[in-house]
């Protein structure tokens, strides 16, 4: 992995705008609907990010139950506090995925969106969080393999020099494909394997592939002989295969879900 992502206030920004689109909402939707949450439990989200999930977690517990979240940027914790405000049952701190503020059993249910991706040990942090779940308590994560993008393009040497030039702003581009066997050795049995594909047939701001290009083309540009001209008409070419009806961009999404045994 290289130096990878920045989560600065202007990437903060950038991920609140990405993670509104519609496409991502109806995400984010899902995975709600998959954790089944209840009223009165308590709920630890990793990796809050910009809040928006955090959000959702927190009006469903309600105020008799509990909401906590980590993130390693600040950023993104002062504008997930800002969101959550009005929740006096929620709590957000920076911590490491790996070591988890917490005492034993805290939890009925933790979950995790687009972070373990970022994290190299993966057995640690899976075994925090089943140190913080109670018995019979619930994880849920999803996370991308970038192999499952498809997306349009004529210059296919020119998308495979980008992609893996991408592929470094994370630990693991392909967690998926091991996850499970992850999640059993931490004491955990898998009861839910689902994709959630995300399907852009145009090139608009109100799509995922709009704001994740953006993304792409700053960190790519300098990084495994991708310059910056080559990277700026990497993402020029969306523009022009929209405009003339030949736009196609599909990601897949990868839910897992366990229980502590």
């Not at 959702?56 to 909401?67: A, F, Q, R, S």
């Not at 913080?132 to 994880?139: C, S, W």
């Not at 080559?230 to 839910?255: H, I, K, M, P």
Request: proline letters at 5%; a negative charge.
């Amino acid at each position: 992995m290289a130096d990878g992502i920045d989560f600065n206030e202007e990437t903060a920004r950038m991920l609140e705008r990405t993670y509104q689109t519609p496409d991502v909402l109806g995400q984010r939707s899902r995975f709600h609907q998959l954790l089944g949450l209840r009223p009165g439990d308590r709920v630890l989200d990793i990796g809050v990010g910009p809040g928006l999930l955090a959000r959702e977690l927190g009006e469903t517990v309600g105020e008799n139950g509990k909401l906590s979240g980590i993130d390693q940027s600040e950023a993104m914790l002062a504008m997930t506090r800002k969101r959550c405000a009005d929740l006096e049952h929620a709590d957000f701190t920076m911590a490491d995925a790996c070591e988890l503020p917490y005492p034993d059993a805290s939890f009925d249910a933790v979950v995790s969106t687009q972070v373990y991706e970022y994290v190299a040990d993966m057995p640690r942090a899976l075994a925090e969080a089943a140190r913080v779940l109670v018995p019979g308590g619930r994880i849920q994560i999803l996370d991308t393999d970038w192999d499952s993008a498809v997306w349009s393009t004529r210059h296919p040497e020119r998308m495979r020099k980008v992609m893996d030039a991408w592929d470094d702003h994370l630990h693991d581009a392909h967690l998926p494909t091991t996850l499970a066997p992850l999640l059993e050795a931490a004491g955990f049995s898998v009861y839910l394997r689902e994709v959630i594909p995300l399907v852009n047939p145009t090139f608009q701001k109100n799509c995922y592939s709009y704001g994740i290009s953006a993304a792409i083309r700053g960190f790519v540009a300098g990084r495994r002989g991708v310059d910056e001209d080559e990277a700026r008409a990497w993402r020029e070419e969306f523009r022009s295969l929209d405009q003339a009806g030949a736009y196609f961009f599909s990601l897949n999404r990868y839910v897992f879900a366990g229980i502590k045994l």
